[in-house]
């Protein structure tokens, strides 16, 4: 493996090997290295913009404000005020003089014809560079209209996107032990890190209403105002996107004391493992949600591994590449490939942390490559150097697969297709098939070699 593709990025690559597993990540990007990793503000936004019944305003210039309007799935069940953008639009005599009149003004006009349940203001690079006092401005619209008025502190240089994660978990844990949970069920759950991309939240919720638990908040795939107010009523936080997440289950946990379990929903064997590490959590207090946990994956399994079986027979051999924004998908993936007979070459991610990567390297086979916050001059390299016949990635590397004549499924938050739960596994494991056997590849050279034949 060249690792001295750019002088900088050694120590964020490393190959699973005889030598000891060492990589460093977390980190700001090299400078030049046309990396995929984004700024706070983006990191807020990710997270916060699936709460379908509130208002994201964004305080600052115009060009902040392309990063808003429909940035991903975030399929809504009902409100769909997500959608809409807007934006103070900063110009230069605002810069000068301060934009909190018009942050103001603008609040003022946007609650009043949209009636939202509560409002996200969300700081950009000026507005930290210029002062505006946007938790004074905030407050007078809180009480003016009555509804929680949340400013973000999302000023883009203060750090990457994972900074921009807890930035929007903070803002959330303003809203949460807010409403009244006497209602709620002993065996109770919210759903932490999903963002309902493809109407994947809808498939984990109808798994566990049918083992008898309760969901009281999705955090924040359809997410509602209403829900996270009252969400420290639930026993406890399942975590699927940690990066994204965590902090405000941490949060939660030392406030309300609510615990946490880190589950995946992607690929049979995590998805499995999710039902039954929450049966087994709740199974004092109802002894037959563990045997109801286990007729549910009994059922779909029967549904889903005939379907495998075919898709395995001619998929058997070939090998995947990784890289997609949050870690937790890396594990999992690993787990389903194999399941496909397939065998992963490389595997990264945007924003993983050392623990992540310890884990993603105990899953991986002998000669895996495992980069951090890697860039398009690498993922060429590693495609040509492992000889990949998948790349699993998002748009911004779908380009780089079919310029190498390599299949490319997008696994990040422009897809349209659900890839989680035991009919995800099925959905993925189609597209898959259909992407590696397709028979245009017959006619594509796949490397340097064979191009100038």
Same mark, same amino acid.
């Given at each position: 493996?060249?690792?001295?593709?750019?002088?900088?990025?050694?120590?964020?690559?490393?190959?699973?090997?005889?030598?000891?597993?060492?990589?460093?990540?977390?980190?700001?990007?090299?400078?030049?290295?046309?990396?995929?990793?984004?700024?706070?503000?983006?990191?807020?936004?990710?997270?916060?913009?699936?709460?379908?019944?509130?208002?994201?305003?964004?305080?600052?210039?115009?060009?902040?404000?392309?990063?808003?309007?429909?940035?991903?799935?975030?399929?809504?069940?009902?409100?769909?005020?997500?959608?809409?953008?807007?934006?103070?639009?900063?110009?230069?005599?605002?810069?000068?003089?301060?934009?909190?009149?018009?942050?103001?003004?603008?609040?003022?006009?946007?609650?009043?014809?949209?009636?939202?349940?509560?409002?996200?203001?969300?700081?950009?690079?000026?507005?930290?560079?210029?002062?505006?006092?946007?938790?004074?401005?905030?407050?007078?619209?809180?009480? =003016? &209209? #009555?509804? !929680?008025?949340?400013? /973000?502190?999302?000023? +883009?240089?203060?750090?990457?996107?994972? %900074?921009? $994660?807890?930035?929007?978990?903070?803002?959330?844990?303003?809203?949460?032990?807010?409403?009244?949970?006497?209602?709620?069920?002993?065996?109770?759950?919210?759903?932490?890190?999903?963002?309902?991309?493809?109407?994947?939240?809808?498939?984990?919720?109808?798994?566990?209403?049918?083992?008898?638990?309760?969901?009281?908040?999705?955090?924040?795939?359809?997410?509602?105002?209403?829900?996270?107010?009252?969400?420290?009523?639930?026993?406890?936080?399942?975590?699927?996107?940690?990066?994204?997440?965590?902090?405000?289950?941490?949060?939660?946990?030392? =406030? &309300? #004391?609510? !615990?946490?379990?880190? /589950?995946?929903?992607? +690929?049979?064997?995590?998805?499995?493992? %999710?039902? $039954?590490?929450?049966?087994?959590?709740?199974?004092?207090?109802?002894?037959?949600?563990?045997?109801?946990?286990?007729?549910?994956?009994?059922?779909?399994?029967?549904?889903?591994?005939?379907?495998?079986?075919?898709?395995?027979?001619?998929?058997?051999?070939?090998?995947?590449?990784?890289?997609?924004?949050?870690?937790?998908?890396?594990?999992?993936?690993?787990?389903?490939?194999?399941?496909?007979?397939?065998?992963?070459?490389?595997?990264?991610?945007?924003?993983?942390?050392?623990?992540?990567?310890?884990?993603?390297?105990?899953?991986?086979?002998?000669?895996?490559?495992?980069?951090?916050?890697?860039?398009?001059?690498?993922?060429?390299?590693?495609?040509?150097?492992?000889?990949?016949?998948?790349?699993?990635?998002?748009?911004?590397?779908?380009?780089?697969?079919?310029?190498?004549?390599?299949?490319?499924?997008?696994?990040?938050?422009?897809?349209?297709?659900?890839?989680?739960?035991?009919?995800?596994?099925?959905?993925?494991?189609?597209?898959?098939?259909?992407?590696?056997?397709?028979?245009?590849?017959?006619?594509?050279?796949?490397?340097?070699?064979?191009?100038?034949?």
């Amino acid at each position: 493996m060249d690792t001295g593709l750019l002088k900088g990025r050694e120590r964020q690559i490393h190959e699973k090997g005889d030598k000891p597993f060492e990589i460093e990540c977390d980190k700001g990007s090299l400078s030049g290295a046309v990396s995929q990793r984004a700024c706070v503000f983006c990191g807020s936004r990710v997270v916060l913009y699936p709460i379908a019944d509130a208002l994201h305003l964004v305080h600052g210039p115009i060009g902040c404000a392309s990063y808003t309007w429909d940035i991903r799935g975030a399929l809504s069940s009902g409100p769909q005020l997500h959608r809409l953008s807007f934006s103070t639009d900063l110009r230069e005599k605002d810069v000068i003089f301060g934009g909190e009149i018009k942050l103001e003004q603008a609040l003022n006009e946007l609650i009043e014809l949209h009636s939202p349940k509560a409002a996200f203001v969300y700081s950009t690079c000026i507005v930290g560079i210029i002062g505006d006092d946007l938790e004074a401005v905030a407050k007078r619209a809180s009480e =003016k &209209y #009555g509804i !929680p008025v949340i400013p /973000v502190q999302s000023e +883009g240089f203060k750090g990457n996107k994972r %900074a921009g $994660y807890n930035a929007a978990c903070r803002a959330m844990g303003r809203l949460v032990g807010t409403s009244d949970t006497s209602a709620i069920s002993p065996v109770s759950v919210n759903i932490l890190g999903d963002f309902n991309l493809a109407g994947e939240i809808w498939i984990i919720r109808e798994y566990l209403e049918r083992m008898g638990v309760e969901v009281v908040a999705n955090i924040t795939g359809d997410g509602r105002v209403g829900d996270l107010m009252r969400a420290h009523g639930a026993a406890v936080n399942l975590v699927q996107c940690s990066g994204s997440t965590m902090d405000l289950a941490r949060m939660m946990d030392d =406030k &309300y #004391g609510t !615990p946490t379990l880190r /589950v995946s929903y992607f +690929g049979v064997e995590d998805m499995a493992q %999710a039902l $039954y590490d929450v049966a087994d959590f709740f199974k004092d207090q109802d002894p037959g949600i563990v045997e109801r946990a286990a007729a549910l994956v009994r059922e779909e399994l029967e549904l889903l591994m005939p379907k495998l079986e075919r898709y395995r027979r001619d998929l058997n051999g070939k090998r995947a590449a990784l890289y997609v924004g949050g870690a937790f998908k890396a594990f999992s993936l690993v787990k389903a490939f194999r399941l496909l007979g397939m065998k992963v070459v490389m595997a990264g991610s945007q924003t993983g942390t050392r623990e992540d990567y310890e884990e993603l390297h105990a899953v991986t086979d002998e000669g895996t490559i495992i980069v951090d916050d890697t860039n398009p001059l690498e993922l060429v390299q590693f495609i040509k150097e492992k000889k990949v016949d998948v790349l699993v990635g998002g748009v911004k590397e779908r380009p780089i697969a079919y310029k190498l004549g390599v299949g490319f499924c997008d696994h990040n938050h422009e897809r349209k297709e659900a890839l989680e739960g035991f009919v995800g596994m099925a959905n993925f494991a189609e597209e898959i098939h259909r992407t590696v056997m397709s028979p245009v590849w017959r006619f594509v050279p796949r490397n340097e070699e064979s191009s100038g034949e």
